[in-house]
């Protein structure tokens, strides 16, 4: 399908939560360097994707390759061992910390007993540089003093200091104004720039088409298209997200028949 | 928001890498902190130097070097119990039982030391030890249960007031007459080790202080200027010598038994708030215990196991409570069936309040304790001296108390208008 080997490659993803079967046979793969967005409608499954990739809840059945060799991610602790790291929607910062202790959050560097505060404070601002994020004028601020864009540019560097392979962001533009989005998916795309697999979960068609490279469908727990995105227009997507269907793109059926 | 962008984006991190910023650039950046609602311990010492200066124009005694030793040893106990609790609110937790925790660990002692005959370091070993378990008990039905904290902690402040009775009998009290425990409070080190600790204490602060500087400056970061630091250095040398020179001075109304030297609570107090403060600040523990008070959520998902902290905290907690109980004996030189009972532990959230630790949790420092514990102490000693009847102590205290919520609650407010946090 691409040149590359998917860095995280899920086939036939199974979850049930009691009689509600939430994915069936998902195919899932993220490839090194690129953007897969995740789209679907609300009760797709795409949170419940997100947390079987992440071993929040692990799935029932299927494969989960990761670099080309088969894991069992079964805690929030496997995946992050892997080097997939996870954006939250409600990002999960403390406001009393500063930008520096939330990056370093649970992972905290120590010299003797003493926390290393010099050497902390020097990568987080190494790893903002790379990223070009200029819009905090400290890294000692207080994440309460940082308007919404800058909080979610600080949580997805944070997943970058780490030297993460994979990165999951759930809708990191939600809440954002027009600017804000904007520096945001500017990250995105960098992160993806250097060599990370990022998948962008949104409902938002526009920054989909605007840093994603490929664009997955999900459609009732089941995956309706897995394409790139120049081959696709925004018509079609939201046909694929609405319907599952759309004319001229290989639908659910085909799909199925290819992987059997 | 748009001129933070452009700031930036032409300074990148440059507004702090250089940060060439001259003392009085810092003095000003300080004053805008302070109006946006930053204020720290700022409200809580400007209160007690008016507090001094009222009570010193009130009555002449006040300021007598026999006067200011007996503020400090009064004060001892409070300050440790709201160090206790200072931690705990952090979390966003309370723990009503704490004064009630001290009490009873210092009956145990008490018990241990005159009925059992046992030596000081086992008495108070086994009180620490009673704290801890009062300690792990709340943790753990808070923490692994899910009762939430101020009725977990009611329930042991009523229960507890019951095991001093069962000790030592109904309205009975038992006289802690070793001389290492009644020391604690009544005793002074002398004049020679006071000054010795003194300059000690001076010299490791700048020593810490000036490594920590030069590091700063030599990894290129974010620094304040070096006259800021020498400025905080001489100003608690300042003061430890000051306070050092007023105790070292005889203060006995009896010219034929001098009585001069720190008293032993003072460098308890100064030890206890030297580990209190490295544990918060400079351990990942405390940077966790932050954390879970600030976002227990966020602190979760980054890994932190949120249950062991909460544990951790509330038998740190109860454990400096059972310190603190061992203090107040001490000072009254017997245990009782009442002790930590009445208004101990409300003085010692008043004091951690006063001083600037929020009650909603995630913001307070462990130096809070110290000064509000001064406040309250000297309010308790400077009304004493007046003569003033009983029930105006309790309106002064209350009213301080409230007070020093509103400073908290309209900082907080400028804070968020200012996106200061």
Redesign the interface.
Known sequence: MSEKSPILNLRGINKSFGVVHVLHDVDLAIYPGEVTALVGDNGAGKSTLVKAIAGIYPADSGEYLFEGQPQHVTSPKDAAALGIEVVYQDLALCENLDIVENMFLGREMKSGVVMDETTMESKAREVLASLSVRTVKSVRQSVASLSGGQRQTVAIAKSALWNSKVVLLDEPTAALGVAQTRQVLDLVRRLADQGVGVMLISHNLTDVFEVADRITALYLGRVAADVRTKDVTSTQVVELITTGQSAGIPGPATKAASTS | ?TD??T???EA??A??LTQSNTFGESVRAYISRVRGGDMGALPSIAGLVVLFIVFNFANDRFLSNLNLANLITQAGSIIILAMALVPVLLLGEIDLSAGVAGGTSACVMGVLLVKHDQPWYIAVLAAVAVGAAIGLAIGLLVAKLGIPSFVVTLAFFLGLQGIPLWLIGEGGSVRVNDSVISGIANNNLSVLWGWICAIAITALFAAFKLLAHR??VA?K??HQPLAVVVTQILTLGAVLLAVTYILNENRSVNPSFPIKGIPYVLPLVVVLLAMWTFLLT???WG??V??V???A???R????NVARIRVAVFMACSSMAAISGIVVASYGGKVSTSSGGGNTLLYAVGAAVIGGTSLFG??GKARDAVIGGLVIATIANGLGLLAQASYINFLVTGGVLLLAASVDAISRRR??AT???
């Open positions: 928001m933070i962008i700031d930036a984006e990148g991190f507004s702090d590091r700063k990894a970061l974010q400079r351990t990942t940077r966790h932050y954390a008070g600030g976002n959520e966020a602190a998902r980054a890994g932190i995630g913001r804070r968020s996106g200061l946090g």
